[in-house]
Structure formats: C-alpha cells, structure tokens
T-cell receptor
Framework: DSGVTQTPKHLITATGQRVTLRCSPR?????VYWYQQSLDQGLQFLIH???????AKGNILERFSAQQFPDLHSELNLSSLELGDSALYFC??????????????FGPGTRLTVL | AQSVTQPDIHITVSEGASLELRCNYS??????LFWYVQSPGQGLQLLLK??????LVQGIKGFEAEFKRSQSSFNLRKPSVHWSDAAEYFC????????????FGGGTRVLVKP
C-alpha cells in the first residue's frame, strides 16, 4: 500500500459524458501527478500540481482538467468523453518541494471504460 | 529526440533463473532513473532509483540495477526469479530540469515458467 488512494476503482460511462476521478495523496505530500495508461500510448504524464497550483502540463487534452484542493486531494475531470479515453488513470504523490527529485508513489488507479 | 526505450516487449524466464531487463535513454544530461513494477490489476510500485553516486543500485524484492553512462543504460537484474515476479516492468526517467514528470519506457512483460 503506497498510501495514495484513488476513487472510484472502476468507472463505466458513455461517450459524451463527463466524469471526475479523485485522488488523495500520501500524508504530507504536496505534489500530485496524474498519468494515463492506455494500450496505444503507454504511460503518459498528464499534469502536476504542487500545493494547489498547476506546475506542469503534459499531453493533456483540452477536454480534461484538474485541480488540487486546500486539503491537497486532487480531482481529474474528463468531459465530452470519447472511446479513446478508455484507459487506466493513475495519480501519484511526491514528498519535498516543487523542485526536489524524490520518487513518486502511485495509487492503484481508476479504470475508465467509455462505451 | 529524448526518449526511454525498453527493447524487449516480452520476456519468458524459468523460475529460479536469472533475469535482466534492458533500458536505454536518450537525453543530453544524465536523468534521474527509476524502475517500477506493475502486477496484474495493480498500481505501480517503485523497485529502485538512481540519482547519483554508486552505479550499482539495490532495490526491493531482490532486484538491482546498474547505471552505465557510456551506454546510456540502466538495466534491471535479479539473480533468481520467483513466480511472483511475473509482472510488467517499466523504466522511467526524470530529465534534469524537466520539473519532475516521469517519462516511461514502453514496458517489458515478464512471464515466469514453473
């Protein structure tokens, strides 16, 4: 158990819908990262938040957005869903300051299926 | 282009045999290097990391990895594989100055034969 929690574990929805994935980082970690794992793209970085502020963006679609709340949990919002958005979405958290290089600890993931 | 390559998509190894998984990176400066394991239906677990110093790194579950600057490689090894090592293994890097985001290789799926 990494200490990072993600809900829900599974999500099945239809095209065009909107979903919210939730992540709670390890106690004390200020950094939260989101990654997408799909069969065709592999594991890709989406976005990084540090203490409530967006720090870096990766290959995140405009239909996707995220935020980190004052209690440090984070949500990833996916809208206008397409079949190709079906994937495993991971959240990871990291200790240390925004510029430090400690390892990231991953949650168990949310498996999204878009029908 | 900057990249992380795991040349082997699948590897089959007998239980008790040794295992070596290859990882090569293409970056101007040496990045920070990691190996993660993903068991079926599970998240990613960190096996080991290399930031600097001794180029032979010991990790959890009996794994080790060797950083070779001249070959831009960070290969993962285990002397004797157990059936529970069947999983997918990912090499990942954080390039210097890249803001901590992990860039992953394509992964190597390991199958362990009894």
């Amino acid at each position: 158990d990494s200490g990072v929690t993600q809900t829900p574990k599974h999500l099945i929805t239809a095209t065009g819908q909107r979903v919210t994935l939730r992540c709670s980082p390890r106690s004390g970690d200020l950094s939260v990262y989101w990654y997408q794992q799909s069969l065709d793209q592999g594991l890709q970085f989406l976005i990084h938040y540090y203490n409530g502020e967006e720090r870096a963006k990766g290959n995140i679609l405009e239909r996707f957005s995220a935020q980190q709340f004052p209690d440090l949990h984070s949500e990833l919002n996916l809208s206008s869903l397409e079949l190709g958005d079906s994937a495993l979405y991971f959240c990871a958290s990291r200790a240390g300051g925004a510029g430090s290089y400690n390892e990231q600890f991953f949650g168990p993931g949310t498996r999204l299926t878009v029908l | 282009a900057q990249s992380v390559t795991q040349p082997d998509i699948h590897i089959t190894v007998s239980e008790g045999a040794s295992l070596e998984l290859r990882c090569n990176y293409s970056y101007g400066a040496t990045p920070y290097l990691f190996w993660y394991v993903q068991s079926p239906g599970q998240g990613l677990q960190l096996l080991l990391k290399y930031f600097s110093g001794d180029t032979l790194v010991q990790g959890i579950k009996g794994f080790e990895a060797e950083f070779k600057r001249s070959q831009s490689s960070f290969n993962l090894r285990k002397p004797s594989v157990h059936w529970s090592d069947a999983a997918e293994y990912f090499c990942a890097v954080v390039p210097s100055g890249a803001g901590n985001k992990l860039t992953f290789g394509g992964g190597t799926r390991v199958l362990v034969k009894p």
